[in-house]
T-cell receptor, first 111, second 116 residues
Framework: LAKTTQPISMDSYEGQEVNITCSHN???????ITWYQQFPSQGPRFIIQ???TKVTNEVASLFIPADRKSSTLSLPRVSLSDTAVYYC????????????FGTGTRLTVIP | GAVVSQHPSRVICKSGTSVKIECRSL??????MFWYRQFPKQSLMLMAT?????????EQGVEKDKFLINHASLTLSTLTVTSAHPEDSSFYIC????????????FGPGTRLTVL
């Protein structure tokens, strides 16, 4: 099970791009990288998932270097409503390995 | 997207009573569901994996006789906290796995349990 390391917290002003990096040095060949967002007193919400290079959807981009030992979640032009905890998970999606939630990164967007 | 519901959203009970929490996948079938517990300002901790038609698999340190899990159908898993005590007060979250190439998990909204 690949352990992940993220910054505990980050602050950003509204309208800025936010990049949250996650380290996963022990990532296995079959592992995918998944990011979730969690608001207080709510369940986590899927943001994006990728295996390598770059993935983009309507809310975020995920950058994964060639060695896959880290990944960066990029949130373009954040707003106050993006204040949340962001979790990076690594696993092979067989149902048992991508369930370890690390500390997460608490993002606070400032007006 | 797939939706997972939990009921109740919050519950307050007296010490020594049992509380049942339901987790339902509303628009898909889930052979596997997961139960997590989250204390304030902390991350989610996996408690157990619930498999339809078979016994749940509990994580180390989680008492199976205290946290009873029943996955009776492909859309419903229940977690019963038996003889609850104040230290069981927490936010309980379930997730259901959508069988696909990514086996994506969808999370419920959580249940806030307060034991007096």
């Amino acid at each position: 099970l690949a352990k992940t390391t993220q910054p505990i917290s980050m602050d950003s002003y509204e309208g800025q791009e936010v990049n949250i990096t996650c380290s996963h040095n022990n990532i296995a060949t079959n592992d995918y990288i998944t990011w979730y967002q969690q608001f207080p007193s709510q369940g986590p919400r899927f943001i994006i998932q990728g295996y390598k290079t770059k993935v983009t959807n309507e809310v975020a981009s995920l950058f994964i270097p060639a060695d896959r030992k880290s990944s960066t979640l990029s949130l373009p032009r954040v707003s106050l409503s993006d204040t949340a905890v962001y979790y990076c998970l690594v696993g092979d999606n067989t149902g048992a390995n991508n369930l370890f939630f690390g500390t997460g990164t608490r993002l606070t967007v400032i007006p | 997207g797939a939706v997972v519901s939990q009921h109740p959203s919050r519950v307050i009970c007296k010490s020594g009573t049992s509380v049942k929490i339901e987790c339902r996948s509303l628009d898909f079938q889930a052979t596997t569901m997961f139960w997590y517990r989250q204390f304030p300002k902390q991350s989610l901790m996996l408690m157990a994996t619930s498999n339809e038609g078979s016994k749940a698999t509990y994580e180390q340190g989680v008492e199976k006789d205290k946290f009873l899990i029943n996955h009776a159908s492909l859309t419903l898993s229940t977690l019963t906290v038996t003889s609850a005590h104040p230290e069981d007060s927490s936010f309980y979250i379930c997730s259901a796995e959508l069988a696909s190439s990514y086996n994506e998990q969808f999370f419920g909204p959580g249940t806030r349990l307060t034991v007096l």
